[in-house]
């Protein structure tokens, strides 16, 4: 299968002695990969260095091949990504944010903004201002905006942030349904084990700056009754254990 994103050696440390360290890491097309930790891991550090918001001390990011540092417009090309809080223009509407943005992709027309729109469940709001809408809704329009150009790979720092049940089974199924129908590979960070759990395909275990362990959720599930289970036997096998980069 083809590999899509490469992380090799990432390190990133800050004043307060969090950030990451020596993070290595392979995902392939298809995946929805779903980076779990705590807040204050890392997580929102690396998608940082993957979307090029900030620069690594070490080591980097390939995305189809691209160095996101030293070529990253052709890294960024085929990526969506919401990191941290979506931000819209409050004074327009929810259809009108995004026509703001198809600006930047010549084949994104009117046709592709509202099918968005009904993906992400937003359809009947597309007129609406922002400034109305609920945490989980400004979300949902985060995600529209992140898939609007048919990327080929979308980031997403902790996208269930601030939806009720609903809009996490509903977010859920559009990640699989780009996933299986488009090829779409996700990375997708949060602290929110179950749903990482039903939605990822593979897992990364992150704690204190460091990747425990990467396990495919089918293999954990096989030998752990629960993910969380899983999350809790992986930290204090490792977690917890003071390394020299302490």
């Given at each position: 299968m083809?590999?899509v994103?490469?992380?090799?050696?990432?390190?990133?440390?800050?004043?307060?002695?969090?950030?990451?360290?020596?993070?290595?890491?392979?995902?392939?097309?298809?995946?929805i990969?779903?980076?779990?930790?705590?807040?204050g891991?890392?997580?929102t550090?690396a998608?940082?260095i993957?979307?090029?918001?900030?620069r690594?001390?070490?080591?980097?990011?390939?995305i189809?091949g691209?160095?996101?540092?030293?070529?990253?417009?052709?890294?960024?090309?085929q990526?969506?990504?919401?990191i941290?809080?979506a931000?819209?223009?409050?004074?327009?509407s929810?259809?009108?944010?995004?026509?703001?943005?198809?600006?930047?992709?010549p084949?994104?027309?009117?046709?592709?903004?509202?099918?968005?729109l009904?993906?992400t469940?937003?359809i009947?709001?597309?007129?609406?201002?922002?400034?109305?809408f609920?945490?989980?809704?400004?979300?949902?329009l985060?995600?529209?905006?992140?898939?609007?150009s048919?990327?080929?790979?979308?980031?997403l720092?902790?996208p269930l942030?601030?939806?009720?049940?609903?809009?996490?089974?509903?977010?859920?199924?559009?990640?699989?349904h780009?996933?299986?129908?488009?090829?779409?590979?996700?990375?997708?960070?949060?602290h929110?084990i179950?749903?990482?759990?039903?939605t990822?395909?593979r897992i990364?275990?992150?704690?204190?700056?460091?990747?425990?362990n990467?396990?495919?959720?089918?293999?954990?599930?096989?030998?752990?009754?629960?993910?969380?289970?899983?999350?809790?036997?992986?930290?204090e096998?490792?977690?917890?254990?003071?390394?020299?980069?302490?």
């Open positions: 083809e590999k994103i490469e992380i090799k050696n990432l390190t990133k440390s800050y004043g307060n002695g969090r950030g990451i360290n020596d993070i290595n890491l392979d995902i392939y097309q298809g995946d990969f779903g980076f779990l930790g705590p807040n891991a890392g997580k550090t998608m940082k993957m979307t090029g918001l900030i690594p001390d070490h080591g980097d990011v390939r189809f691209y160095s996101v540092t030293e070529e990253f417009e052709k890294a960024m090309k990526v969506g990504c919401l941290e809080i931000e819209s223009y409050h004074y327009l929810a259809f009108d944010n995004l026509k703001q943005l198809a600006r930047y992709y084949e994104v027309d009117h046709k592709r903004i509202e099918e968005v009904e993906l469940g937003l009947k709001f597309k007129n609406e201002k922002p400034k109305k609920s945490l989980g809704m400004k979300q949902r985060g995600l529209a905006a992140a898939v609007l048919r990327p080929k790979v979308v980031i720092d902790e942030n601030g939806l009720d049940v609903e809009g996490m089974i509903d977010i859920r199924k559009l990640i699989q780009l996933a299986e129908n488009e090829q779409t590979t996700f990375f997708i960070s949060s929110l179950h749903d990482v759990e039903l990822c395909n990364g275990v992150i704690y204190n700056g460091k990747i425990l990467v396990e495919s959720t089918h293999n954990i599930l096989k030998n752990y009754a629960t993910l969380e289970n899983y999350f809790v036997s992986e930290v096998r490792n977690g917890r254990v003071p390394s020299s980069a302490d």
